[in-house]
């Protein structure tokens, strides 16, 4: 008998909580579920982005071998207005860029290229865009823009090339001192058995020794 009220006792104080905490309790479960429901929209919504954006990106890369420049240029609009948020994007406008570049369209090629700055996910391609952009302006001497490209700090893997950069905005614009630096930082930075360190000790030689 005692077991049996006792029983009761823990049934009604059940009932009494739930019979306070009911509401609260629902809205926790609606929260919850909701928060699946989103995560999982989200994520199958970001899927979708990327599916869509590299059937549009091999279309690109079909029509760069094909060279079929405003296709490729078409093509790489479609994918940064449209999905801009997936890497493919920094690839297309990359892709663009050089697109652009052979035609002799800077100006577009410039645009592309400080799209990718702006707004590519990877910081890989942030550097790259920034290191091809610094060339378009030291061949239009516009000395100064490029050195703030350059100047920025790339992932180590880039370092060479910017340095290497640097020195030659540097020396187009007088600075041989300064330039001298810049190369022998990318001279000591770079691997001696690549070919390219020997490029890099003929512009440091080529300026002489130091004063």
């Not at 490729?72 to 609009?77: G, L, Q, S, W, Y």
């Given at each position: 008998m005692a077991y049996d009220l006792e029983e009761q006792e823990q049934l009604e104080a059940i009932k009494a909580w739930w019979k306070q905490y009911a509401n609260m309790v629902a809205l926790v479960v609606?929260?919850?579920a909701l928060t699946v429901t989103a995560f999982y929209g989200w994520r199958y919504y970001h899927q979708q982005q990327a599916l869509e954006a590299g059937t549009l990106y091999q279309q690109l890369e079909h029509a760069r071998r094909a060279n079929e420049t405003k296709?490729?240029?078409?093509?790489?609009?479609?994918?940064t207005d449209?999905?801009?948020s997936t890497p493919y994007a920094g690839m297309a406008a990359l892709a663009a860029a050089r697109a652009s570049f052979t035609a002799g369209d800077l100006a577009a090629a410039k645009t592309q290229l400080q799209w990718v700055i702006?707004?590519?996910q990877e910081v890989e391609m942030r550097d790259v865009a920034r290191l091809r952009l610094a060339g378009i302006l030291l061949d239009e001497k516009n000395y100064a823009e490029a050195l703030k490209l350059v100047e920025a700090r790339p992932v180590e893997s880039f370092s060479v090339l910017y340095a290497d950069m640097k020195g030659d905005i540097l020396v187009a614009q007088g600075k041989v001192a300064e330039a001298r630096a810049a190369y022998q930082q990318a001279l000591d930075k770079s691997d001696a058995k690549n070919p390219y360190h020997q490029i890099l000790q003929l512009k440091l030689d080529a300026l002489g020794e130091a004063k």
């Open positions: 609606i929260a919850c296709k490729v240029r078409d093509i790489a609009a479609q994918i449209k999905y801009g702006d707004h590519a």
